[in-house]
């Protein structure tokens, strides 16, 4: 059986790293654009639903029309360890990724922090953005093994329009991520990034 999370506030708090310190040298070359063509692409695949750029912003990164012409705006946040935290479990035990339970709080607290972000004055399109969390140091199968109907209730609290997983760790050998939903509840999920992306299960 999974561990159970029960996504409290002060269990979210508990994981206490500021965003500046949730980097990984290993996503240093991938740029916000690419971010962004790689969610575009996967979006379509997942939804049949295209997101035009409009431009890029400031809170959230972009702003894009979608196919009925309504403006949607869309925030990336990394979700890793620190390289100190990756060192270590690498290189004693051929640790190379995050584990999914600690994936999970940490994306939860980002989904609050962004959540709390996301109502102060100078957010635009406070009503209608999508939060996409990014993961090269964790893979969807490791995180869904650890989510549960719960948990999504919780995620929705947010605000945001959508929230979704973008599972970067096999994109050199796939050319493509996969996604997770978590929010709303109708496309809660997992989402091949291709036809012909990698096994999942």
Same mark, same amino acid.
């Given at each position: 059986?999974?561990?159970?999370? *029960?996504? =409290?506030?002060?269990?979210?708090?508990?994981?206490? !790293? $500021?965003?500046?310190? %949730?980097?990984?040298?290993? /996503?240093? +070359?991938?740029?916000?654009?690419?971010?962004?063509?790689?969610?575009?692409?996967?979006?379509?695949?997942?939804?049949?639903?295209?997101?035009?750029?409009? *431009?890029? =912003?400031?809170?959230?990164?972009?702003?894009?029309? !979608? $196919?009925?012409?309504? %403006?949607?705006?869309?925030? /990336?946040? +990394?979700?890793?360890?620190?390289?100190?935290?990756?060192?270590?479990?690498?290189?004693?035990?051929?640790?190379?990724?995050?584990?999914?339970?600690?994936?999970?709080?940490?994306?939860?607290?980002?989904?609050?922090?962004?959540?709390?972000?996301?109502?102060?004055?100078?957010?635009?399109?406070?009503?209608?953005?999508?939060?996409?969390?990014?993961?090269?140091?964790?893979?969807?199968?490791?995180?869904?093994?650890?989510?549960?109907?719960?948990?999504?209730?919780?995620?929705?609290?947010?605000?945001?329009?959508?929230?979704?997983?973008?599972?970067?760790?096999?994109?050199?050998?796939?050319?493509?991520?996969?996604?997770?939903?978590?929010?709303?509840?109708?496309?809660?999920?997992?989402?091949?990034?291709?036809?012909?992306?990698?096994?999942?299960?």
């Amino acid at each position: 059986m999974p561990r159970t999370l *029960r996504m =409290s506030a002060s269990g979210f708090e508990s994981w206490n !790293r $500021p965003a500046s310190e %949730l980097y990984s040298s290993m /996503f240093e +070359l991938i740029s916000e654009q690419e971010q962004f063509e790689f969610f575009q692409s996967a979006y379509l695949h997942a939804t049949g639903q295209r997101l035009r750029l409009v *431009r890029k =912003s400031e809170r959230p990164d972009f702003i894009c029309h !979608r $196919p009925d012409g309504s %403006l949607v705006g869309i925030e /990336f946040t +990394l979700i890793t360890r620190t390289p100190g935290d990756c060192f270590w479990p690498k290189l004693l035990d051929g640790v190379e990724y995050m584990n999914g339970f600690d994936g999970v709080f940490a994306a939860g607290a980002a989904i609050m922090r962004k959540g709390e972000k996301r109502v102060e004055h100078d957010w635009q399109l406070p009503a209608s953005s999508i939060l996409v969390l990014y993961s090269p140091d964790c893979p969807i199968d490791e995180l869904e093994y650890h989510l549960d109907a719960e948990l999504q209730a919780e995620f929705e609290e947010s605000g945001f329009t959508e929230i979704w997983i973008a599972d970067h760790t096999q994109v050199e050998a796939y050319g493509c991520v996969d996604l997770f939903c978590l929010a709303p509840k109708e496309l809660w999920g997992y989402y091949a990034g291709s036809d012909i992306g990698k096994p999942y299960g």
